[in-house]
């Protein structure tokens, strides 16, 4: 397996390039700004340097390219295997009622002898990711893994976009399936926020629409423990994350606001929050999120046994951006470390991140999680 990377921008073209092309290369991943994806300029060149490629991607709250963490660029990771095949599948989503059958659309062109694993990109704001994780994992074989994200927009929330080839669109889903079995792969997502205040009952949701928590107005019991953060909602929301178990023993899972109405006082997450479910406040601890983000990189590397990562994915969340700042480059460094030099990192930061806890466990929409996808051919 071999990788080659570059970056551009619309102020200084291509400011990093690959030390060699690759021209065999099958897969290009793609990850910018949803300004910087709408140029034409840059891809071009990165068709005539890898004419057989696939080229996919989506709009991203930030793109992460080695240790680095930039905005408003474009990253470009190419793939070239020896030994894997590569199928890429797409399916349309109207609206978030349609997302378990585009999951379940995409499993079934995808499952074929040889299968390993597959990645999923989607549309970040019209899209339920639990459901449409859910499609993909009831029509896979059980020991496919499945990992991705929801594209991201910055902090503004108005679109994301999906590239496959020169096509962008919005409301859609894209997945590639790896074939074959030199292909070892390792997956693992972990957060890193404290929780804060009463865990309350969601007596009142609709998928991932949440309406009351212990029978009052979700939106007004949030919003009063916001305070003044409470004016800008949603993209204040990515600060205090909600924490949701289905029952008092199951491992709670981070989700994360998307839109809020005022007028019905509901509030819309990337995943479902079930009715019967606990929820709990969540805040930043920033040592935490970096050893977080460190630990998914340790799981992630378990199931590759003595081989040496040749690629990683991160998808880690807007919110965790957000929080960090300044320090953000520290969870990337931190990934480096675990992972070692002679890893390629690529990955965006999303709204919504696709992966198992550990390699063996369930497959899920996460919300404020840095995920890792390590790949390796034998």
């Given amino acids: 397996m071999r990788t080659a990377q570059q970056r551009w921008t619309q102020e200084s073209g291509w400011i990093q390039s690959p030390e060699s092309t690759l021209p065999n290369a099958q897969l290009v991943l793609v990850f910018g700004s949803r300004a910087a994806l709408g140029c034409p300029d840059w891809r071009a060149a990165v068709h005539e340097q890898y004419p057989a490629a696939r080229i996919i991607g989506c709009s991203t709250a930030g793109e992460i390219l080695g240790e680095q963490v930039f905005d408003d660029s474009i990253t470009c990771t190419a793939l070239e295997f020896s030994k894997t095949t590569l199928r890429i599948e797409t399916a349309s989503v109207a609206d978030s009622t349609e997302s378990h059958s585009a999951g379940a659309v995409l499993a079934g062109r995808l499952r074929d002898p040889g299968l390993r694993h597959v990645v999923v990109l989607s549309d970040g704001l ?129 989700r994360t606001v998307l839109a809020v109405d005022a007028d019905a006082g509901t509030m819309t997450f990337a995943g479902d929050v079930p009715q019967g479910a606990y929820a709990q406040l969540m805040r930043a601890n920033f040592d935490r999120l970096i050893d977080g983000a460190a630990g998914a990189a340790r799981s992630s590397y378990g199931p590759l046994g003595t081989l040496k990562p040749e690629f990683a994915l991160l998808i880690s969340c807007v919110g965790r951006k957000l929080v960090l700042g300044q320090r953000i480059e520290e969870e990337v460094e931190s990934v480096r470390e675990v992972l070692g030099p002679g890893a390629a990192l690529a990955g965006f930061y999303s709204y919504g991140e696709i992966s198992p806890f550990t390699p063996t466990a369930r497959c899920e929409l996460h919300n404020q999680t840095m995920t890792i996808t390590t790949f390796a051919e034998r």
């Fill in 126 to 254: 019209n899209v339920n990711g639990s459901a449409l994780v859910s499609g993909l994992a009831e029509n896979l074989p059980p020991d496919v893994g499945v990992t991705g994200g929801l594209s991201g927009d910055g902090d503004r929330f108005e679109e994301t976009l999906l590239l496959v080839d020169d096509h962008l669109s919005s409301r859609a889903v894209v997945a590639v399936g790896f074939y074959g079995d030199a292909l070892v792969v390792g997956c693992a997502s972990l957060g890193g926020w404290d929780p804060f205040g009463p865990e309350r009952v969601i007596t009142r949701s609709h998928d991932n629409v949440l309406h009351e928590l212990d029978g009052k107005s979700a939106l007004a019991l949030y919003s009063s423990y916001l305070g003044e953060h409470a004016a800008g909602l949603p993209a204040t929301a990515l600060l205090f994350p909600l924490s949701v178990r289905t029952n008092t023993t199951a491992r709670p899972v981070v």
